[in-house]
């Protein structure tokens, strides 16, 4: 296991189109997060999930975003009718129940809506 | 909702031991402070986490001061390699786990 994987790494796409990020955490790790992260900002907090429940989501994940862990294992987060506004990095991590060790972070999927 | 400040930006020499401050007043008892940093177009990397104690591992020490008021993540040696957004996080609550909430973070160049 090498860790938490994103895919794409990189995605253009026009405004008004529908795309989809995958997350592969960390195979022991129940626990999975998304964050956003814009140029000069730290990451934000988008919504989080234990096993396949979502447990929290943050006021910015707005209608046009959804994301889903079906099995508990991977992830996917989809954003409809893209906006310029959405340009960003969107970050995937994974951590363990009761692990004291923060989480693991993936390379992210930088996003650049045109 | 950030429970922590750092400077905006700090410089270092090559070889010389990195010290970075971190504010963190309204942390509760039980709250751990964590240590990441996120190099240019890459994922944020865990360095360091504490409670009360002071902690060492093979990347940095972390020193807490006794009231748990402030922390300072000591890069014993920085490389140039060290260059990067380094970012103090207190975990907040959230149902059935606690989030990591980012701040802008300490912008670290280490110079030759």
């Known amino acids: 296991d090498t860790g938490v994987s994103q895919n794409p790494r990189h995605k253009i796409t026009k405004r008004g189109q529908n795309v989809t990020f995958r997350c592969d955490p960390i195979?022991?790790?129940?626990?999975l997060y998304w964050y956003r992260q814009t140029l000069g900002q730290g990451p934000e907090f988008l919504t989080y999930f234990q096993n396949e429940a979502q447990l929290e989501k943050s006021r910015l994940l707005s209608d046009r975003f959804s994301a889903e862990r079906p099995k508990g294992s991977f992830s996917t987060l989809e954003i409809q009718r893209t906006e310029q506004g959405d340009s960003a990095m969107y970050l995937c991590a994974s951590s363990a129940t009761g692990s004291n060790y923060g989480y693991t972070f993936g390379s992210g999927t930088r996003l650049t809506v045109v | 909702d950030a429970k922590t400040t750092q400077p905006t930006s700090m410089d270092c020499a090559e070889g010389r031991a990195a010290n970075l401050p971190c504010n963190h007043s309204?942390?509760?008892?039980?709250?751990?402070v964590y240590w990441y940093r996120q190099i240019h177009s890459q994922g944020p990397q865990y360095i360091i986490h504490g409670l009360k104690n002071n902690e060492t591992n093979e990347m940095a020490s972390l020193i807490i001061t006794e009231d748990r008021k402030s922390s300072t993540l000591i890069l014993p040696h920085a490389t140039l390699r060290d260059t990067a957004v380094y970012y103090c996080?207190?975990?907040?609550?959230?149902?059935?786990?606690?989030?990591?909430?980012f701040g802008q973070g300490t912008r670290l160049t280490i110079n030759p």
């Open positions: 309204t942390i509760s008892g039980n709250e751990y």
């Open positions: 195979s022991e790790h129940n626990r």
């Open positions: 996080i207190v975990r907040v609550a959230m149902r059935g786990a606690q989030k990591l909430v």
